[in-house]
Each structure stands twice: as C-alpha cells, then as structure tokens.
C-alpha cells in the first residue's frame, strides 16, 4: 500500500518558492491502479517522483507499507525503493547493449547482497514476467529490434523484477499510438490485478482513466478532485 500525507512540494523560482504539489493527500490499495491526471505543470511527475522517494518533500509523509520513508536515511531510502517500489520512468531507459531478458536479470545485479545465489531466480523470474508482458520470444532482442510498446512492455517487466509492492508508472502510453496505448493501460490492470500491487498512473490522456479505480486530478498542484471510477 502507499498512503500520501499532506505533501507538499516546492521549487525555487526567483525570489520566492512554486508550489509543484500543494496538500496533496491519496491512498492507494494493493490490487488497485490510481490515475493521476491533470494539465501540463499541475505537479504529476512531482508528485510521483516524491512517492519513489526520489525526491524529499518540504513536509508531508510517504507511507509505504506503513513504513515512513520521509524518515529514512539516503541508504534506507535506496534499500526500500529496491524491495518495495517498481518505477517506469516517462523516457524508456533501457540499456542498448541489453537483450530484453537481460535488462530484466541485470536488476538482480545492482545492489542486492546476495546476487550470486539468487541468479538462477532471477532468470525464472524474468522469464515469467517476459511471458507476462506478452514478450516470451523476444527475450533475446535488443532495444532497438523492438518496437515502441514492446520497449514499453520491457520497462514494466523490469519494474516488476524485485517483486514491488507500488508500482509508479509515469505517462506510459505518450511515445504509442492509440491502439497500442490501450493495450498497455490493459497491461498495467492485468498486472496490477495479477501480481496485487498498489499502482499509480500518471496520465495526461483521459481517455484511459475509466478503467482504473480511482483518479486524482490536479491542478496548479493542488488536487482538485478524486473521481471513483471501475
Ligand atoms: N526541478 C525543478 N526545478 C524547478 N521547478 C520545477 C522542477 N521540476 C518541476 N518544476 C515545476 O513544478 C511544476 C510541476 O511540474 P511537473 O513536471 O511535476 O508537472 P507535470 O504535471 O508532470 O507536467 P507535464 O505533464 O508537462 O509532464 C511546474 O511548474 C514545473 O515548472
């Protein structure tokens, strides 16, 4: 689960601070994808970067699984985000000199303690997740062997390797056509069904958001509205 308290963001701009996310309070559940809408600089990217813990708010709190990450330390902070929280960023940065499976097992590598031991499950996991994604006989492709929404289906897979509880997913569907956007909305509800993560969605395209459980809407920061949908 991730529970955001009261956050408010702010940026310096001259002689004063903007306000990129203004109160800004939501609660998003296992099994569960929360689309966050709203215009151009309304703050979604903020707030998103502030839920991954990239970012330190100017006050308000960032509960996941009941853990305050406001609190931790930087190598806490690195520590929960690696076990707890997938993230696709809005620009796909895939590694060009990776086949897909190995963008997938090179998570494995970064960072965790016991890499070598766990190397073998890591490859199975990559494996499932591929087949999840749809991309099962395009495990030894490169980047640029793979079209826009196979690239995409990498990055959600590679977000889902260290089993997440929140999945934070930033514009997915802006490089896709219409068509293939759609399908990765239905990806992202399948997955966040299947595998019971707590997902928010950015989005500025409305025609995905009845599919999801809930909208926040902000604007100039500041939510605005908070829509039950499906
Ligand atoms: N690093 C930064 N330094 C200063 N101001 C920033 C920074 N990042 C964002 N902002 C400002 O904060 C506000 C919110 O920006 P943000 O990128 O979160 O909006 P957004 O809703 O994601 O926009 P878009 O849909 O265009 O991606 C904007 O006014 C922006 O100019």
């Avoid at 215009?39 to 699984?65: E, M, N, Y």
């Amino acid at each position: 689960m991730i529970r955001l308290n009261h956050i408010t963001l702010t940026f310096p701009d001259g002689e004063s601070r903007i306000a990129a996310v203004d109160d800004v309070s939501l609660t998003a559940h296992p099994g569960t994808v929360t689309g966050i809408t709203g215009p151009s600089g309304s703050g979604k990217s903020s707030l998103l970067a502030v839920a991954a813990t990239l970012i330190r708010p100017d006050s308000g709190q960032v509960l996941i699984d009941d853990i305050d990450a406001t609190m931790l330390n930087a190598g806490d902070a690195t520590e929960l985000r690696r076990d707890r929280i997938g993230i696709v960023f809005q620009q796909s940065n895939l590694i060009p000199s990776l086949t897909a499976r190995e963008q997938l097992t090179v998570m494995n590598e970064l960072g965790a303690r016991h890499s070598r031991r766990n190397r073998a499950q890591a490859a199975a996991r990559a494996g499932v997740l591929l087949d999840a994604v749809g991309l099962k006989d395009q495990g030894d492709k490169r980047p640029h062997q793979l079209s826009g929404g196979q690239r995409q289906r990498v990055n959600i897979a590679r977000a889902l390797m260290n089993d997440p509880s929140v999945l934070l997913i930033d514009e997915p569907t802006s490089a896709l056509d219409q068509e293939r956007g759609a399908s990765i909305i239905e990806l992202i509800l399948r997955l966040t069904d299947e595998l019971d993560t707590s997902t928010l969605l950015v989005t500025h395209d409305l025609v995905h958001l009845p599919r999801v459980h809930g909208v926040v809407h902000l604007v100039d920061g500041r939510f605005v509205e908070a829509l039950a949908t499906a």
